[in-house]
């Protein structure tokens, strides 16, 4: 536990050992499962939660812009991760393992650098891009990140830090580039919705903001996106990008 402090306490490596040691104490099965789900579940739960995001965009009266701000947050999320190769390079962090012998590493073998943490950038760009498109499903990505970073921890791939600097990371290309993102995404989108394969960007049926009706059947979350009035209601507010 000291190897991977210098000097005097090092509180990342006694909260490493905190949530690592749950792991050590904890059932095979449960194990497997944390595996499973900080590797591969938690970005598949992410990218359902998108899906579902998506279509319910569509039979909104501004469907154009709702489906633009659902299509930036994956876009954050790999921009955020090419901003994560040259800082990797950068600081050389290597992984916990290779320095505190007493872990329990649930995925060995991993040799890539440590700082920031890939998956927590990831997701974390994910739910703050979809919490600026739309509240209800960006609180439960961020939930969904959250819980990323803590089984990234967990797991003993991970120092908190790099899991900290990581949603640092993602939450800021979420946020920096909405503005630019949605005026170039929004006119995209409004040209898809005119063309064959439209029903990308509105439901058959759905009502446009020129129509002679709403589409009151719609959930009560509201995207709302650069450049297109908002139409407010007292049930919920959603951010602007």
């Known amino acids: 536990m000291a190897g991977l402090a210098l000097e005097g306490p090092n509180p990342d490596v006694d909260v490493l050992d ?3 040691g749950l792991a050590k104490d904890a059932p095979h099965w449960l194990n497997g499962a944390m595996k499973y789900i900080g590797e591969y579940g938690l970005i598949a739960g992410l990218a359902v939660l998108c899906l579902v995001a998506w279509w319910s965009a569509r039979r909104r ?3 154009p812009a709702a489906v633009a701000g659902l299509v930036w947050a994956p876009l954050a999320a790999g921009l955020a991760l090419l901003a994560n190769i040259p800082i990797r390079a950068f600081v050389g962090r290597p992984r916990p393992f ?3 012998a007493g872990l329990d590493v649930l995925i060995p ?3 890539d650098f440590s700082f920031v943490s890939d998956h927590a950038t990831l ?8 919490f600026v ?3 209800k499903f960006g609180l439960i990505g961020i939930a969904l990140a959250l819980a990323e970073g803590f089984c990234r921890v967990y797991m003993g791939v991970h120092y908190p830090t790099d899991v900290v600097g990581g949603f640092a990371l993602g939450t800021a290309v979420a946020l920096l580039l909405a503005p630019l993102a949605q005026a170039l995404l929004v006119p995209l989108m409004t040209a898809i919705g005119r063309s064959r ?3 990308l960007v509105r439901a058959r049926g759905a009502v446009s903001p ?4 709403a589409d009151e059947g719609a959930d009560d979350g509201r995207v709302v996106a650069a450049g297109v009035p908002p139409r407010h209601s007292g049930r919920d507010k959603d951010l602007a990008a």
């Open 210 to 213: 020129a129509g002679d009706g």
């Open 61 to 63: 009266p501004d469907a």
């Open 18 to 20: 905190g949530i690592n």
């Open 197 to 199: 394969i439209g029903w």
């Open 98 to 100: 290779k320095d505190h």
């Open 109 to 111: 073998g991993k040799s």
């Open 123 to 130: 997701t974390m760009a994910v739910g703050v891009g979809l």
């Open 133 to 135: 498109a739309h509240r």
